[in-house]
């Protein structure tokens, strides 16, 4: 079982940075593909970013690639999301996600890890506000 914490959200304004974690709890973390989502008000979950096991396997949604850093520090059990240059369209609910599968991203390719529905932990969710 992986229990899955974020925190780091917060109200900014469009510029500005933040760095979202996810604690993860459960001795097999280090081993999960993890990803980050969010979920804007009135609007569907969408796909922001993912990271393999490792932590040098990356893919990333194209809104928010060349701004947005995903890694994980397996050591501590975290996943971070580094947000620059936030943008208005990126208000929205953040939540952190564990697939519960290991590897390399290139094992499942960019396609199937953007899905929800391949993750099987999420956390709470952290709010994120950019205002204009």
């Known amino acids: 079982q992986v229990q899955l914490v974020e925190s780091g959200g917060g109200l900014v304004q469009a510029g500005a940075s933040l760095r979202l974690s996810c604690a993860a709890s459960g001795r097999t973390f280090s081993s999960y593909v993890m990803g980050w989502f969010r979920q804007a008000p009135g609007k569907e979950r969408e796909f922001v970013a993912t990271i393999d096991s490792s932590g040098s396997g990356t893919y990333y949604a194209d809104s928010v690639k060349g701004r947005f850093t995903i890694d994980r520090d397996n050591a501590k059990n975290t996943v971070y999301l580094q947000m620059n240059s936030l943008e208005p369209e990126d208000t929205g609910v953040y939540y952190c996600?564990?697939?519960?599968?290991?590897?390399?991203?290139?094992?499942?390719?960019?396609?199937?890890?953007?899905?929800?529905?391949?993750?099987?932990?999420w956390g709470q969710g952290t709010q994120v506000t950019v205002s204009s």
């Open positions: 996600a564990a697939t519960g599968i290991y590897g390399s991203i290139l094992l499942y390719g960019r396609s199937w890890l953007s899905r929800g529905t391949n993750y099987h932990y």
